[in-house]
Nanobody
Framework: QVQLVESGGGLVQAGGSLKLSCAAS????????MGWFRQAPGKEREFVAH????????YLGDSVKGRFTISGDNAKNMVYLQMNNLKPEDTAIYYC?????????????????????WGQGTQVTVSS
């Protein structure tokens, strides 16, 4: 079994920064990529960022471009989310996700949540 554990959430003032971390543990697996989603109260889950361990590419949701950066460690199955210039509308529970490698021709709709494993989430609150 695979577990994902997020850390680094908390309370920050608008304009501040936070860095989230996510580590996979349990069964050893090869990941094709890891990402972050968030969900605010009363809203649908929103794609935040994805990093591909097969292509090296990174992808960001439109609402966080220019402010957030995703990075990952393929060997350790870890992913990070550096969040700068935070806004009150960034307040949400942030979830980490990991996709298991299923071959070079297996495409993933990662923006739609096509992952195999999910963390429990970490709360990020941005005060105005």
């Amino acid at each position: 079994q695979v577990q994902l554990v997020e850390s680094g959430g908390g309370l920050v003032q608008a304009g501040g920064s936070l860095k989230l971390s996510c580590a996979a543990s349990g069964r050893t697996f090869r990941s094709s990529g890891m990402g972050w989603f968030r969900q605010a109260p009363g809203k649908e889950r929103e794609f935040v960022a994805h990093t591909s361990f097969t292509t090296g590419g990174t992808y960001l949701g439109d609402s966080v471009k220019g402010r957030f950066t995703i990075s990952g460690d393929n060997a350790k199955n870890m992913v990070y989310l550096q969040m700068n210039n935070l806004k009150p509308e960034d307040t949400a529970i942030y979830y980490c996700a990991a996709a298991e490698f299923r071959g070079p021709f297996h495409a993933r709709a990662f923006e739609n949540g096509d992952y195999d494993y999910w963390g429990q989430g970490t709360q990020v609150t941005v005060s105005s």
